[in-house]
């Protein structure tokens, strides 16, 4: 499945080599509306406070580019890892950056490129991908599976009637549907998001928050990194 957002057109990459992450990075904490309970993101808001954002971000990938849903019976080691190139139309179908969307250590979600990748268009690539994923919020396909945190507690997360959860497996309100969450509430958790209106020429909704370590011996835990190509200019 591909999806075009700017100059870019993305798609999965379920073959890509899992070399060390790169230390240009982008979290999606930086692309986040800066008061996401304002905005109707409630639920988003307070996967962002536990650190699992991830739980989100693995259900938008599936649903916008037909990621694989773990399965229940797994014990995944983190919440979201997924390989995705972008590339554009001047570039030939091999041709491409491939970068990589993942929970880290610290339980953020990023999306790492590797050192071939040019700063400035790493950025414009990780800034169309979380519009990607920000562009209907709300639609989630439900999935379950189980991980285990910094402390090697089991933790069970996923979407079940459209709602994220993300804690001990135990816990009989962890998975509350959305429609008696929604009640409670007196709304639905999205319902005064609207991204189309949010946006503006200079995306200035955006954070744009960036990360560049200098740190050349920065241990990668055991996930891996990419090489990828590609310069173009673009201006979107």
């Known amino acids: 499945m591909k999806v075009h957002q700017g100059a870019y057109t993305f798609s999965l990459e379920l073959d890509a080599p899992l070399i060390r992450p790169s230390k240009t990075s982008s979290a999606l904490v930086d692309a986040l509306p800066k008061n996401m309970k304002k905005e109707g993101l409630q639920n988003l808001s307070k996967l962002v406070d536990q650190k699992a954002e991830g739980v989100w971000a693995q259900s938008r990938l599936m649903v916008a580019f037909g990621l694989t849903a773990p399965e229940e019976s797994d014990t995944t080691p983190t919440v979201v890892d997924a390989s995705l190139k972008a590339g554009t139309d001047a570039e030939d179908e091999e041709e491409g950056v491939i970068f990589r969307c993942l929970a880290d250590k610290d339980g953020r979600t990023r999306v790492h490129f590797d050192g071939k990748a040019k700063k400035e268009e790493a950025k414009r690539i990780a800034n169309a991908f979380w519009k990607i994923l920000l562009s209907e919020p709300a639609e989630l396909d439900d999935y ?22 993300y804690g001990d497996p135990d816990d009989e309100d962890i998975d509350i549907p959305a429609v008696a969450a929604a009640a409670a509430a007196g709304k639905g958790a999205f319902d005064d998001f609207d ?3 949010m946006v503006d020429d200079d995306d200035d909704w955006m954070r744009s928050g ?10 990668d835990g055991g996930f891996g990194s990419f090489s990828g190509i590609g310069d173009d200019e673009d201006d979107y």
Do not use: L, M, N, Q
Not at 144 to 154: I, L, Q
Not at 156 to 162: C, K, L, P, Q, S
Not at 210 to 219: G, L, P
């Open 210 to 219: 960036w990360e560049d370590d200098d740190d050349e011996d920065e241990d």
């Open 144 to 165: 379950a599976a189980e991980t285990v945190d910094s402390s090697g507690a089991k933790v069970a997360y996923g979407v079940r009637d459209g709602r994220c959860f």
């Open 195 to 197: 991204p189309v209106a």
